[in-house]
């Protein structure tokens, strides 16, 4: 049986429900305080809410393997905007990234020799959207975003790349 952290994490939250203190006017609303949406690589090391000093409501902030603009980031994105009132976007990728490590052949064939057939057959349909430069990767993406049919297109799209051996945004031009 694989080893599991649930009973940290429940203990976890019940000192979190014992401080929680955010039933402030503003905090609970749905729509974003700061009218922003933050797209980040789901490193560990990588806290975007604390990297740019973010509050509770004040953000959207989507994550995946790599920060990509995945058609389900988009999905996020045109939700934030059309629904939720976001005005801004800021993509975050960063330096020493697992997507740096690998190519879409090597994900598809762990996935078969670990999983089964049944699970590669499904893995070569993925693109898994690793890349192997981090500036061309967030130009990427906010290229992508720029010109996705479901998101608007005057929204700024900022892009960044986080070090993570000294905790500074990178602004991409
Ligand atoms: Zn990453």
Same mark, same amino acid.
């Given at each position: ?36 949406? *933050? ?49 801004? *976007?800021? *993509? ?62 005057? *929204? ?18």
């Amino acid at each position: 049986m694989a080893t599991s952290n649930i009973e940290d994490f429940e203990k976890g939250n019940a000192a979190f429900v014992e401080a929680f203190d955010q039933d402030t006017t503003g905090a609970l609303a749905i729509p974003p305080q700061r009218k922003a949406l *933050v797209l980040a690589c789901m490193d560990a090391r990588l806290h975007p809410e604390k990297v740019l000093g973010l509050e509770i409501g004040d953000a959207h902030v989507v994550r995946n393997a790599g920060g990509r603009a995945s058609a389900d980031a988009l999905r996020s994105i045109a939700i934030s905007q059309r629904l939720l009132g976001t005005q801004e *976007v800021v *993509v975050i990728h960063h330096t020493d990234c697992g997507m740096l490590t690998f190519k879409d052949d090597d994900i598809r064939s762990k996935i078969r020799d670990e999983l089964g057939d049944s699970a590669g057959d499904a893995a070569d349909g993925i693109a898994f959207l690793p890349f192997s430069d981090l500036e061309a990767s967030v130009k990427a993406d906010i290229r992508i975003i720029k010109e996705a049919a479901i998101v608007d297109g005057d *929204v700024p799209v900022h892009g960044f790349v986080y070090d993570v051996t000294t905790g500074r945004l990178n602004p991409v031009n």
